[in-house]
């Protein structure tokens, strides 16, 4: 992972619910920095999603406190308190107004946050303030995870050199409406805020928001852009040589991450890339990608390699797609046409699309015939080992 300078990480076992491992982790923006975020649109939005807006709509972000194993989701009034409370707790360390930082949790719904180890960690935390500790920073977040997410690039634009570098967290609860996970990138770029924001929000759509495991929204989802400035490479202009260049290597950073949370979705043996073509408009493509990626009945089949491509067929006919032509759609499996004229291609056979379903990564190819309309969406299979960890959450 490559360091960005002006920014600077810490990780703690502050034993918030896990012991003898690292749960928290404090990012520190230099002073001057710009930050942009976008959050869950679940309507029972955790206590550190309507903290974190409040303070970003009101304040010069200088750190984000970010804690796993506890969501501070469901808690109420409570939850509210611990979580400005932890705020206060390191703006008093670090000598900063409390609204200059952002609080994140990340873990079970509905139990109270305890501040007592916060209090405890916050002095050592920002007494081990680092740029090189993205590695154990992606660790700390973790959850359910198998595997920390990182990915960093390095583009080059008019003035210089610049360096993005992200980490994310997620496997489980993932089906974006905004993007489903706690995801931090951060870049050396002068990235004036009008303009963060909007490179945010099109990264964000393009990645996490077409990714899905199991359907479910989290309470807690945020993706946080960093822009330290300390490069002095401005980007200034989104339709620039340099705007468009930068979005590049974000929209790489994001998507990179995007991907390890769908090949580390709780149990999962395949990646599974859908494409939807043909679409009178995006939102149907979206409607029979989404419905195609959420069907049970798809996804234990992909799990068993069992090409039962009669369940594929039967989730795009309930995707609300009105007047659908089945005639006219075609799906792939691969390259292997699977259904053409409405029913079984003659080229199709079971032993080729059994060679198809062993792979461990597959793409789910759908024509649609109607317009000219795209989308793409990966996913997962579901396993037994998904029903395992999520029964065992609690445990």
Same mark, same amino acid.
């Given at each position: ?19 003898? !491992? ?6 520190? /923006? ?31 972000? !200088? ?61 050592? /935390? ?18 359910? $995870? ?15 050199? #610049? ?13 974006? +409406? ?60 989104? +339709?620039?040589? $340099? ?18 949370? %769908? ?47 009669? !369940? ?26 699977? %259904?053409?004229?409405?029913? !079984? +291609? ?9 060679? #198809? ?20 969406? /990966? ?17």
């Amino acid at each position: 992972m490559t360091a960005v300078p002006g920014i600077r990480l810490a990780v703690a076992a502050a034993g918030i619910r896990y012991q003898d !491992r690292d749960d928290l982790l404090l990012i520190e /923006l230099a002073d001057g920095g710009g930050c942009a975020a976008v959050f869950t649109r679940n309507a029972f939005c955790a206590a550190p999603v309507i903290v974190a807006r409040e303070h970003l709509a009101n304040a010069a972000v !200088r750190y984000l406190l970010i804690n796993a194993g506890n969501a501070n989701a469901g808690t109420g009034d409570d939850g509210l308190r611990a979580s400005r409370e932890t705020c206060r707790l390191l703006a008093d360390t670090a000598g900063c107004a409390s609204s200059q930082v952002l609080p994140f949790s990340t873990g079970v719904i509905g139990e109270d946050l305890p501040v007592g180890p916060f209090a405890r960690a916050i002095p050592g /935390l920002l007494s081990s303030l680092r740029d090189d500790a993205w590695a154990d920073a992606a660790a700390a977040i973790m959850t359910t $995870d198998t595997v920390p997410k990182l990915a960093s690039r390095r583009v080059a634009l008019s003035g210089g050199t #610049v360096t993005l570098t992200g980490i994310a967290k997620g496997s489980g609860m993932i089906r974006p +409406d905004m993007a489903t996970m706690l995801a931090y990138v951060a870049t050396d770029a002068l990235l004036p805020q009008a303009l963060a924001q909007p490179l945010l929000r099109t990264a964000v759509e393009r990645s996490f928001n077409r990714i899905t495991v199991d359907g479910d929204t989290s309470t807690n989802d945020a993706c946080v852009l960093l822009a330290s400035g300390a490069s002095g490479v401005a980007v200034d202009a989104p +339709d620039s040589a $340099d705007g468009e260049r930068f979005a590049a290597a974000l929209n790489a950073v994001c998507g990179e991450l995007a991907e390890m949370i %769908v090949r580390d979705g709780e149990g999962a043996t395949k990646l599974v890339r859908l494409h939807v073509t043909g679409a009178a408009d995006a939102h149907e493509a979206a409607a029979v990608a989404y419905t195609v990626a959420h069907s049970p009945l798809v996804k234990t089949a992909l799990f068993a390699s069992d090409p039962n491509w009669g !369940r594929i067929l039967a989730a795009i006919g309930r995707a609300g797609v009105a007047d659908l032509a089945i005639e006219r759609v075609r799906i792939w499996l691969g390259d292997l046409c699977i %259904v053409s004229g409405g029913g !079984r +291609d003659p080229g199709y056979s079971e032993a080729a699309g059994q060679a #198809v379903m062993d792979r461990p990564e597959i793409t789910i190819a759908i024509d649609l015939g109607r317009g000219d309309a795209t989308t793409d969406v /990966l996913t997962c299979d579901l396993s037994y080992d998904y029903v395992r960890i999520n029964a065992e959450y609690r445990s």
